[in-house]
């Protein structure tokens, strides 16, 4: 099982990014893909959420109307739309697969190995 995270970069405030993550090794489809991130100094925090299923999503407070969260069950792949991007947006970014949507990492076994996101001021 593996969970590739990609594309992050350094943007200026107010930019806009798109994370993909690209899931392989078994069947995702009764999972919930997640994104969450860890910014320096500080605990991996909850992000967004789909379901492979049904589409449907959750977003932390801190995102909900900036970031989208999508995905392409062709591609096995889940998308994070960033837009507005703030310097404490700066973090490194992981996907995740879980059961259920929830806000806790410990909900979710399988982790991709991160992007970095730096969102300069």
């Known amino acids: 099982v593996q969970l590739q995270a990609f594309g992050g970069g350094l943007v200026q405030a107010g930019d806009s990014l798109r994370l993909s993550c690209a899931a392989s090794?078994?069947?995702?489809?009764?999972?919930?893909m997640a994104w969450f991130r860890q910014g320096p100094g500080k605990e991996r925090e909850f992000v967004a959420a789909?379901?492979?299923?049904?589409?449907?999503?959750s977003y932390a407070d801190s995102v909900r109307g900036r970031f989208t969260i999508s995905k392409d069950n062709a591609k096995n792949t889940v998308y994070l739309q960033m837009n507005s991007l703030k310097p404490e947006d700066t973090a490194v970014y992981y996907c995740?697969?879980?059961?259920?949507?929830?806000?806790?990492?410990?909900?979710?076994?399988?982790w991709g190995q991160g992007t970095l996101v730096t969102v300069s001021s």
């Open positions: 995740a697969a879980g059961p259920y949507i929830r806000a806790g990492a410990t909900n979710y076994d399988y």
């Open positions: 090794g078994r069947t995702f489809s009764n999972d919930v």
């Open positions: 789909i379901r492979w299923r049904a589409s449907r999503t």
